[in-house]
């Protein structure tokens, strides 16, 4: 996935970097598409405001979406289901190794 680094921010090539994303600045779609990451549904964990949407990689690893509830709206996702993560270039922070 291309996720654009921070101004000022000059890594070395070959050298390793951490990408982390804040579980709010994410969001899971149904439809998995090139360059997303993707997995698994694991578990669905609702808390009033929000729903934390715990997803095992395909890559390995896991990754948890938090997702602001809507009065009204259902997302339609099920323990189980292929989904994806999406998120926004500008969400991503670049952390060096």
Same mark, same amino acid.
């Given at each position: 996935?291309?996720?654009?680094?921070p101004?000022?921010?000059h890594?070395?090539?070959?050298?390793?970097?951490? *990408?982390?994303?804040? &579980?709010?600045?994410?969001?899971?779609?149904?439809? &998995?598409?090139?360059?997303?990451?993707?997995?698994?549904?694991?578990?669905?964990?609702?808390?009033?405001? $929000?729903t934390?949407?715990? *997803? /095992?990689? /395909?890559?390995?690893?896991?990754?948890?979406?938090?997702?602001?509830?809507?009065?009204?709206?259902?997302?339609?996702?099920?323990?189980? $289901?292929?989904?994806? *993560?999406?998120?926004?270039? $500008?969400?991503?922070?670049?952390?060096?190794?």
């Amino acid at each position: 996935m291309a996720a654009g680094l921070p101004e000022g921010f000059h890594g070395e090539k070959g050298k390793m970097i951490t *990408i982390v994303v804040r &579980p709010e600045h994410a969001e899971v779609v149904a439809k &998995p598409a090139a360059g997303v990451l993707a997995g698994r549904l694991d578990n669905i964990v609702y808390f009033g405001t $929000d729903t934390h949407y715990h *997803i /095992d990689l /395909d890559t390995g690893g896991a990754f948890t979406v938090r997702m602001q509830n809507l009065r009204g709206s259902e997302s339609g996702f099920s323990v189980g $289901d292929k989904v994806g *993560i999406a998120f926004k270039t $500008d969400a991503v922070q670049a952390l060096r190794d």
